[in-house]
């Protein structure tokens, strides 16, 4: 485990492996997770990082980071630009591009965000790359993942905390504790969050790209254009089967936000590191 930490510290060296979410059973990961959320309310602040690592780590044994370490430091430049503006700027985040054709975006507790190579190249500008992160960023400081954890919602019948530590006497109870944290943090990926959590997200990041000195409504040109992909589609539908729907989601901002941010409007939106990595991925979009 300290060695995985490591890596992620180290701005999640790439895997030798392609993406393929069937082959991350989650299922299986979870047998072990306890019945009950008795313990999960005493979780400490490192036990919280852990669990993050922990998650962002068995997302990346099925997804290995793209080779690209320049557009792994300029995401993870944009992204921190945003955490600055928010109300922890000191929260450490680590942000990465994962090698893998689907449109999707991970959050995992302690500040780990991943978003998969295929909703990068559907990005047209770097406001709404900026839109999603300040979205998944949301989603850490409002602890969302660690809130739906803590309230059992995320579960498995059956299982129970000893069983899941026999197989490793040496395990302290904070370390198997953040073992079945960290499954059933994956687990939510699979079920989703509340679609509450979602708008608030929405809502939130949209504020926080405002700050940062974006258009804000670089978020809404994302939901746009994943509304106008099919949901059928093999690379969007795990988005869309734990998402509320583009529409939803644009409904929401429209009725919540409206046109009280087109002050901001006239932010950054396309920026020259923007075009000039897109076009190092040869995805240059018009």
Known sequence: ?????????????????????????????????????????????????????????????????????????????????????????????????IDSPNINAFTTPGGYILITKGLFDTFRNEAELAGVLAHEITHTLKRHHMQAIESGKWQKVGGNLAKAGADNVKNSAAS??????????LELFVRGLDKGDEFEADIGGMVLAARAGYNPYGLVSVLQTLGNINPAEGTIALMFSTHPSPSDRLNTIESVIGDKLENYAGGAESTKRFQTIKASLGTVKK
């Open 1 to 97: 485990m300290r060695i995985r930490l490591m890596m992620l510290a180290c701005l999640f060296p790439a895997a030798a492996f392609a993406f393929d979410f069937g082959k991350l059973d989650i299922s299986n990961l979870i047998d072990g997770v306890k019945n009950t959320a008795d313990a999960m309310h005493k979780a400490t602040p490192a036990e919280e990082q852990e669990i993050g690592a922990s998650a962002a780590s068995l997302l990346l044994g099925a997804a290995p980071l793209v080779a690209s370490p320049a557009l792994q430091q300029y995401v993870n430049q944009v992204g921190m630009w945003i955490v600055k503006q928010s109300e922890q700027p000191n929260m450490v985040f680590h942000f990465g591009v």
């Open 176 to 185: 198997q504790l953040v073992s079945l944290s960290s499954r059933g943090a």
